[in-house]
């Protein structure tokens, strides 16, 4: 009986639409350090599909905003769900990318809707852990993410919470 709760443990019953990017070129891979609502973590460009915006339309337009570089949308790796410390149900779909232009955005903030981008790097992949992802997602990522195109289930033991 959602009417009876107060409005602070209301949860927003239509979930969002999250298509992330990974980039990686030459054993190194693309981060962004951002502060979401529920943390500050490292993670991937992406953000929230726009009503009448393909999930490709909108995983280009974000990697640009966050990034300042175009991609190429190449393939699907995995879906994931992510709910827990947040009021609504966020359904992660991440693409491999490829870069066809722009130029890597500077570490300058960045403002979107209720998120910073504080930082921007490029780093190995055997540097994974140190920026907080798992053991395991660190281990897709080194085998070339096999098993791609599936499903991963809880976003946070998938990514991180190592």
Same mark, same amino acid.
């Given at each position: ?14 979930? !969002?639409? *999250?298509?992330?990017? !990974?980039?990686?070129?030459? &054993? =190194?891979?693309?981060?962004? =350090? ?9 993670? $991937? ?18 990697? @640009? ?6 991609? =190429? %949308? @190449?393939?699907?790796?995995? #879906? ?9 149900? %966020?359904?992660? !779909?991440? $693409?491999? %990318?490829? =870069?066809?232009? &722009?130029?890597? *955005? ?7 809707? *209720?998120?910073? #981008?504080?930082?921007?790097? #490029? %780093?190995? !992949? ?6 907080? $992802? ?14 791609? &195109?599936?499903?991963? &289930?809880?976003?946070? @033991? ?5």
């Amino acid at each position: 009986m959602l009417g009876l709760l107060p409005l602070r443990e209301r949860v927003d019953l239509n979930p !969002i639409v *999250r298509p992330t990017g !990974i980039l990686v070129e030459n &054993g =190194k891979i693309l981060l962004v =350090k951002q502060e979401l609502i529920e943390q500050s973590h490292w993670s $991937f460009p992406g953000g929230a599909l726009e009503f009448g915006e393909t999930i490709e339309r909108c995983l280009v337009r974000e990697m @640009k905003e966050e990034t300042g570089l175009d991609v =190429k %949308v @190449k393939e699907l790796l995995y #879906i994931c769900d992510r709910f827990h410390q947040l009021n609504h149900h %966020v359904v992660d !779909i991440t $693409f491999l %990318v490829e =870069k066809v232009g &722009g130029e890597l *955005r500077s570490n300058s903030l960045l403002h979107k809707d *209720r998120e910073v #981008i504080r930082e921007i790097k #490029i %780093v190995p !992949i055997d540097e994974l852990p140190d920026y907080g $992802f798992s053991r395991r997602f660190y281990q897709l990522v080194k085998d070339n993410f096999p098993g791609r &195109g599936s499903y991963q &289930g809880d976003f946070h @033991k998938f990514y991180g919470e190592a």
